[in-house]
């Protein structure tokens, strides 16, 4: 089955560890994107990228990064920059040049210790 | 992207329809009303969009007024597991893949 995978579910790291989160889709989409969610609130864009070796910030960058080496992959780190990073992460990706039906995976909670 | 106010919560019983209201008061014309549903602890899933005529599919219904300014998404016979956040989102459909922008929702809770 197509879909999304974020690996793990849960994520524990102690203060100023920086920490990868995996993202993988085998949907052939171009597009990739990270979220991020406190609780009780929206989602807030991180950074996303439209095609491979390409990638934009979103409105809350500082403090992660990203890369996209393959169009099936878009790993986020977290760096000790990031200020509260205790939260659940969210990658998604766009079918095609023309939609906005967006496609999610289960999501990483982190917990920084 | 247009701004959109929808209610914080909403109860329904289990078997009746859930309907959920959203204003897009400032929307313009070539802006999609989109909905999206959050389960807990669960990514977003998408539901249905429409332009400016109803649209209906397997899941839902989605009502746009005549003059774009507010839509209903209809869940025709609510179960339990409908219990989630529901996000009304409003943006033109070629994006340029831009991400979504999504607000704090509407909690639906389903009752037994």
């Known amino acids: 089955d197509g879909g999304i995978t974020q690996s793990p579910k849960y994520l524990f790291r102690k203060e100023g560890q920086n920490v990868t989160l995996s993202c993988e889709q085998n949907l052939n989409h171009d597009a990739m994107y990270w979220y991020r969610q406190d609780p009780g609130q929206g989602l807030r864009l991180i950074y996303y990228s439209q095609i491979v070796n390409d990638f934009q910030k979103g409105d809350i960058a500082e403090g992660y990064s990203v890369s996209r080496e393959k169009k099936e992959s878009f790993p986020l780190t977290v760096t000790s920059a990031q200020k509260n990073p205790t939260a659940f992460y969210l990658c998604?990706?766009?079918?095609?040049?023309?939609?906005?039906?967006?496609?999610f995976g289960p999501g990483t909670r982190l917990t920084v210790l | 992207d247009a701004k959109t106010t929808q209610p914080p919560s909403m109860d329904c019983a289990e078997g009746r329809a859930a309907n959920l209201p959203c204003n897009h008061s400032?929307?313009?014309?070539?802006?999609?009303v989109y909905w999206y549903r959050q389960i807990h602890s669960q990514g977003p899933q998408y539901i249905i969009h429409?332009?400016?005529n109803n649209e209906t599919n397997e899941m839902a219904s989605l009502i746009i007024t005549e003059d774009r300014k507010s839509s209903t998404l209809i869940l025709p016979h609510a179960t339990l597991r409908d219990t989630a956040v529901y996000y009304c989102?409003?943006?033109?459909?070629?994006?340029?893949?831009?991400?979504?922008?999504f607000g704090s929702g509407t909690r639906l809770q389903v009752q037994p």
């Open positions: 989102i409003v943006r033109v459909g070629d994006t340029g893949r831009r991400a979504l922008t």
């Open positions: 429409g332009l400016k």
């Open positions: 400032t929307i313009s014309g070539n802006e999609y």
């Open positions: 998604a990706s766009t079918k095609g040049q023309v939609s906005n039906e967006q496609f």
